[in-house]
């Protein structure tokens, strides 16, 4: 394997949405590489469906003051709300900025871009569903992902395409480089530079069933976790209450932002008992959390009472066709039924890590829980937590988020960049990983530790133990099988031994971030004693905002974690009883 | 139920050319092509290389001849296509390993037509205003994914790598039919080069292949009639 070095002022890893953003913002003005294990356009962002916030008011009456409201309801009161105020103040601009880029948004009959309801976003501070999700019919991230790329394009902004970042270089504290694997050779680059950010998205792949693509494995926390950085918030994972039965393909909110509701085996409305002034359209954990006691209750469908319906038959074709083309598409395709006449099974899937690498609102890596900056180190997206969705993500605030953080790790790069100077990055600095390559290549395959059977029983244990209800038991019981995995890990051997895109190779590493994932998860979960948002504990099913208004810190330590605690930032929302 | 596959395998470390292999996996019926391959790799031969992420036909990674036709692997269902199953990488653009072609000719083409709005006047702070009706003119084309499904089935593209194919050509007609945009008569200026949309003779082939329903080669049609126009 060759080993190839390059010098840059500044790197991105990642180029979803976060990424492209954060790169439309430095590249002007530095020598930036974007480093992707995908094309771009491949990026999981453009699966994003339904829409994405800002108060434009261009349908009814709104402001960003009520939009914040939501998010920090939503949020069980866990986001930080200094953090809340710019993510929805800036979600105007953010907004626009995309139209003028030349973002083809569904239109109202005025010419003006068209909004729709969503999940726990409301007018006037919970008086009825609000108009504030902008929408390019039901396909809003894959518009999002091709403005930025062709952006991107215009700009002549340098891609490495399908080069999988696998190491970071921090001396005395201070960001050197990254290492990346190119996939169609195996030669190993070295990018020396003193900014990077990292924007590799979610993490969905820990659990069996999510609507996460096959890359999403938790790469840029993971590097950053086994150097010792800590992780905030990894307890709370949302799960969205439609997916796709036993696929987790997602059917978004719209559905039911465009009117769609969901029925259990005797048709019957059940959400009205669970929200009655929103019903349907609660946030999500509230949802997950119906459909899971219906089913335990008996009341799921099917033969084995294990799913719910959303039901869209009342819609009209019309509708179905213009709003929710593609989703109801996937429903012809995957599940072989007519969605303008039947019902749909659905089930909650692993959609959204609200947890990852701590930033402050500037995309500035931390740490520590005492904000300690780390120079040189960005994160943005599903892999950042700034903390903007606290203990439980809305609808439509994610696409947001990697807008406004995006932008906002790209800043900072940029005025890192220009007040430091270049510095070196040695010619050994892959050793440790070729050394790592060459193990995993030299070891004889057995099939018992083959990275599929390890992955595969990781998630079908997490999905198993630590989904929508957690107990002290479920959770302690996963902490011994992920030891098991762990060992197992130890001597996981590839049949793969060629150098030309070895993706059994890369598995392998990534499932090594995959089980880090799932490490910090539990032990975040098994420490924290309350239910809050999409972290609910049968055992402690009250919020306890006296103990528990708090991030928490997991720091690596061997195969579990250390936790530590920093307390939220509040504002001008007093916590309140969340009812809907 | 057992299924067959038959699939044109390429190690470029140690094959001088392809050679078929074959399998046989227990699958559902309701199973896509792509889990059929998931379980090759995993579970059987961990050299299988194909490219993947989404899973559900959004991405645009696992375009590949499947019994001789261009599909997405992740949006056909066992069930849809006859036992045994051939697989094949797509043609036209050069192999690298198995079932995975180097894209970058293909992007290549894509980047030529300028994708990207033009519109050099002031936007100013809000919106720019598009009537529904207009936006819908390009409803149909701003779905593409890349996927190369298209300009992998073309004819004229196996025989000429140099046409620029019609995935860039969808990707032309998303901007020339977009109100908001002013850059169509330098994008038209390029479809005409020798190497444009003119090549196209029409075979549909691309139509059939587009896992996104896309009205390919009535776009091509379109953009050969803008550039009469713009004459
Ligand atoms: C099905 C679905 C629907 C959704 N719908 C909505 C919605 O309607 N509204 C909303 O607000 N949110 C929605 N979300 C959430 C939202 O889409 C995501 O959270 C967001 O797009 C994540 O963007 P990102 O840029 O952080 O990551 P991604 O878009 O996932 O990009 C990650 C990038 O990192 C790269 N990468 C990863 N690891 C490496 C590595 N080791 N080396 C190099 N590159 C690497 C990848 O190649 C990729 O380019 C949805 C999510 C899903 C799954
Ligand atoms: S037009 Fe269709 S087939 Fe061609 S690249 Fe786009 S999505 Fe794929
Ligand atoms: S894996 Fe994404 S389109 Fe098939």
């Known amino acids: 394997m060759k080993i190839i070095k390059h010098s840059f002022d500044g790197v991105i890893v990642g180029a979803g949405g976060a990424g492209l953003r954060a790169a439309i913002e430095a590249a002007p003005h530095m020598k930036l590489a974007v480093i992707t294990k995908l094309y771009p356009t491949r990026s999981h962002t453009g699966a994003a469906q339904g829409g994405m916030s800002a108060a434009l008011a261009n349908v009814e009456e709104d402001n960003w003051n009520w939009h914040a409201f939501d998010t920090v309801k939503g949020s069980d009161y866990l986001a930080d709300q200094p953090a809340v105020d710019i993510l929805c103040k800036e979600a105007i601009d953010a907004v626009i900025e995309l139209e003028h880029w030349g973002l083809p948004f569904s239109r109202l009959e005025n010419g003006k871009i068209a909004q729709r309801r969503f999940g726990g976003h409301t007018v006037k501070e919970g008086e009825a569903p609000a108009f504030r999700a902008c929408y390019a019919a039901d396909r809003t991230g894959h518009m999002i992902l091709q403005t930025l790329y062709q952006k991107c394009v215009s700009m002549g902004v340098e891609f490495f395409d399908e080069f999988q970042v696998l190491d970071i270089k921090i001396e005395d504290g ?407 | 139920m057992d299924i067959d596959l038959k699939i044109l395998r390429y190690d470029p470390e140690s094959d001088r050319k392809g050679h078929w292999e074959y399998y046989t996996v227990e699958a559902d019926p309701e199973e896509r092509i792509l889990d059929l391959l998931h379980k090759i790799k995993w579970f059987e031969d961990g050299t299988l290389s194909f490219r993947r992420s989404c899973a559900h036909g959004v991405c645009g990674s696992d375009a590949m001849v499947i019994n001789g036709e261009n599909m997405l692997a992740c949006q056909v269902l066992v069930k849809e296509v006859s036992n045994p199953i051939t697989i094949e990488p797509i043609r036209g653009l050069p192999v690298v390993k198995d079932l995975i072609v180097d894209m970058d000719p293909f992007f290549d083409s894509y980047k030529k037509i300028m994708p990207y709005l033009i519109n050099e006047n002031e936007p100013g702070e809000r919106e720019r205003l598009q009537s529904p009706e207009d936006r819908d003119k390009i409803e149909d084309t701003t779905k593409c994914i890349l996927c190369a499904a298209c300009t992998t089935s073309c004819p004229v593209f196996w025989t000429a790598d140099s046409y620029i194919g019609p995935a860039a050509i969808v990707n032309a007609h998303r901007f020339i039919y977009d109100s908001r945009d002013e850059g169509s008569k330098q994008r038209l200026e390029i479809l005409k080069d020798v190497n444009g949309a003119f090549r196209c003779r029409t075979a549909f082939n691309c139509t059939s292949a587009c896992p996104r329903g896309i009205q390919v080669t009535k776009a091509i049609e379109d953009v050969k009639r803008e550039t009469l126009l713009n004459n």
Not at chain 1, 263 to 275: L, P, Q, S, T, V
Not at chain 1, 354 to 361: A, C, H, N, R
Not at chain 1, 419 to 424: N, V
Request: glycine share 8%; aromatic share 8%; net charge negative.
């Open chain 1, 174 to 580: 201070v960001c050197k480089g990254v290492i990346a694997f190119e996939l169609s050779t195996g030669d190993i680059h070295i990018f020396e530079t003193r900014a990077v950010t990292f924007a590799t998205g979610g993490f969905g792949k820990i659990f069996k069933v999510s609507s996460n693509a096959h890359s999403l494995t938790g790469d840029g926390p993971g590097i950053l976790y086994q150097k010792g950085i800590p992780l905030e918030d990894m307890e709370f994972y949302q799960f969205h209450p439609t997916g796709i039965y036993r696929l987790g393909i997602l059917l978004s909110e719209a559905a039911r932002g465009e009117g769609g509701i969901l029925r259990n085996k005797d048709g019957e409305r059940f959400m009205e008992r669970y929200a009655p002034s929103i019903k349907d359209l609660a946030p999500r954990d509230m949802v997950s959390r119906a459909i899971a006691t219906e089913i335990s209750k008996g009341n799921g469908a099917g033969p084995q009472n294990d799913y719910v319906y959303l039901d869209l038959t009342h819609l009209g074709a019309e509708t179905i066709n213009k709003k929710l083309p593609d989703i109801t598409d996937f429903v012809r395709t995957y599940v072989k039924i007519e969605p303008i006449n039947e019902p749909i099974p659905v089930q909650p899937t692993a959609h959204y890590a609200m947890g990852g690498i701590p930033t402050d609102v500037n995309g500035r890596v931390l740490s520590d829980e005492k904000n300690t900056i780390l120079p040189g180190v960005y994160a943005a997206g599903e892999a950042a937590c700034v903390s903007v969705h606290g203990a439980n993500r809305l609808g439509t605030n994610s696409l947001l988020d990697i807008m406004v953080f995006g932008k906002r790790a790209g800043q900072s790069m940029l005025e890192y960049v220009s007040k430091t100077k270049a510095s070196s990055i040695s010619d050994s600095s892959s050793d440790d990983l070729v050394k790592k390559i060459n193990n995993l290549i030299e070891k004889e395959h057995t099939d018992e530790f083959s990275v599929g059977r390890i992955r595969n029983d990781l998630q079908e244990s997490m999905e198993k133990n630590t989904k929508i209800f957690r107990t002290e038991e479920t959770l302690s019981e996963q902490t011994k099988i992920l030891e098991d995995l762990r060992e197992r890990y130890e001597n996981v051997t590839i049949f793969d031994k060629g150098k030309v895109f070895n993706t059994e190779l890369m598995e392998t590493i990534e499932l090594d971030y995959l089980l880090d994932m799932s490490e910090s998860t539990v032990a975040s979960a098994l420490a924290r004693k309350e239910s809050r948002g999409a972290h609910s504990r049968q055992d402690f099913p009250e919020r306890d905002d006296a103990e528990w208004m708090k991030h928490s810190f997991a720091f690596k330590n061997g195969n579990s974690a250390t936790l530590r605690y920093k307390d939220v930032e509040l504002g001008k929302y007093e916590p309140m009883e969340r009812t809907y």
